[in-house]
């Protein structure tokens, strides 16, 4: 319980355990005292709350009305209200029908506060912007300034659009060329190893607030919906937009030479992370820039310098997935803690123990596979722990900041191949 907190406390079958165990340890007390100081832990430990009341069982009815009961609902209610303010989630915002903005909020944003953030990245007054989620069914719902963006479930009202208060799409980044040139323009003149670090500690910030009992969750209940593992499927989000935004940045820069330089820029950015400790960010880039809407443009690989192409593929080098990722896992082995673990490859791993193994062999537990999972979740602890005590964060510029916190992503495969197409067309 001290380990898991509150991913126990909301497990039914656990809340009468405790309560049963509380009851036969008081009981017991009345015959051995010694285990005074194990009611005193339980207490501590499961939260309990005096209450004056007499149990009728209780060997103690005729000396004590006092009975502790355990308050898990109350408290845990208690708990869960208070970690889901002070959650953060990352939010989808549209700004045309293939792209969005990526942000991190606090899961009780309100309408209005989403909306000035983005328009503020966007460069577009806030008074011209209107927030409307569109619902599954079909339907438009235009959020007030008010308006909570999500729900109690930390999921969003619906798939959320920035639209001109006519209701016409912001802007069209396929087709309006001074805003790619100014978006171009903006990235070139970031500082490498600034947007490494702010990725980092963006990613950092998640990762550190990870339990890993999350991974456990998220392997042995995929299909049930759980505020547990918010932290990691934020993480695996992130890392699946941070590869689509390095595809976007490449794909929406219209002339050759700064693209040219925009993967230079990558590849220096990849390092960095890599440096950092940030494999999640790493394996991201690289699977960016390898993606075959980047990597079919020929004519602007052929511009790299050699020297680029050379860090490029010794970066490459580590993604290699033969012999199970060895060249990764060894890489990764030598770094010091704190660091960020590749996740997909991570749930992969615990996935192939938890479904290669049966967890019953003739009605008896199979600890074989219990110990191989709780080896992956104390690999996550390890990767947390900062003997430093500094962590793996680092200070960041706040221009930086401002546009790796609201990463402009293309989520469509075909309109990327499209853009792709359109730069260097099919001999």
Avoid at 15 to 37: C, G, I, Q, T, W
Avoid at 134 to 154: A, E, H, M, W
Avoid at 265 to 270: D, W
Avoid at 388 to 394: H, P, S, T, W
Wanted: aromatic share 8%; charged share 25%.
């Amino acid at each position: 319980m001290s380990l898991c907190k509150d991913f126990l406390r909301e497990e039914e079958h656990v809340k009468v355990f405790l309560k049963s165990l509380y009851r036969y340890v008081f009981d017991d007390l009345y015959e051995h005292p010694a285990l005074e100081k194990d009611v005193t832990e339980l207490q501590k430990l499961y939260q309990l709350r005096r209450r004056h009341t007499l149990d009728h069982d209780s060997p103690h009815r005729n000396s004590r009305a006092l009975f502790h009961q355990l308050s898990l609902k109350e408290n845990g209610l208690r708990s869960r209200s208070t970690q889901r303010e002070n959650k953060e989630v990352l939010c989808r915002v549209y700004v045309t029908m293939d792209s969005y903005l990526s942000a991190k909020v606090r899961s009780e944003v309100m309408a209005q506060e989403l909306l000035q953030a983005v328009a503020e990245r966007m460069d577009v007054p806030a008074s011209e912007l209107i927030l409307v989620a569109i619902t599954y069914p079909g339907g438009r719902l235009l959020l007030q300034p008010q308006d909570k963006v999500f729900s109690n479930s930390l999921r969003p009202v619906g798939r959320l659009h920035i639209c001109r208060k006519d209701l016409g799409e912001v802007m069209n980044p396929f087709t309006d060329n001074s805003e790619m040139q100014q978006r171009t323009a903006r990235m070139l003149n970031l500082n490498t190893w600034d947007v490494a670090v702010a990725l980092t500690n963006f990613d950092w910030t998640i990762f550190n607030s990870m339990h890993e009992q999350e991974l456990v969750y998220f392997t042995f209940n995929r299909h049930v919906c759980s505020s547990h593992t918010m932290p990691l499927e934020l993480l695996l989000q992130r890392c699946n937009e941070v590869q689509l935004w390095v595809m976007t940045e490449v794909l929406l820069c219209p002339t050759l030479c700064k693209r040219v330089q925009l993967i230079k820029k990558f590849i220096k950015i990849a390092a960095h992370c890599k440096a950092q400790r940030n494999l999640n960010n790493f394996f991201a880039i690289i699977m960016g820039l390898n993606a075959a809407a980047v990597s079919r443009l020929s004519q602007t690989w052929e511009k790299v310098s050699g020297k680029f192409k050379k860090v490029f593929s010794e970066l490459e080098t580590i993604t290699d997935p033969s012999l199970n990722h060895k060249a990764y896992r060894d890489s990764f082995k030598k770094m010091k803690s704190p660091k960020i673990p590749f996740l997909p490859l991570l749930l992969k791993d615990i996935t192939f123990i938890h479904e290669g193994n049966k967890t019953f062999h003739d009605n008896l537990v199979n600890f074989e596979k219990l110990h191989m999972i709780a080896d992956m979740a104390r690999f996550v602890r390890e990767c947390q722990q900062d003997h430093v005590g500094n962590g793996i964060a680092q200070k960041s510029s706040s221009e930086v900041r401002a546009y790796t916190d609201y990463l402009h992503v293309i989520d469509n495969q075909q309109t990327l191949f499209e853009l792709s197409h359109r730069l260097e067309p099919r001999a």
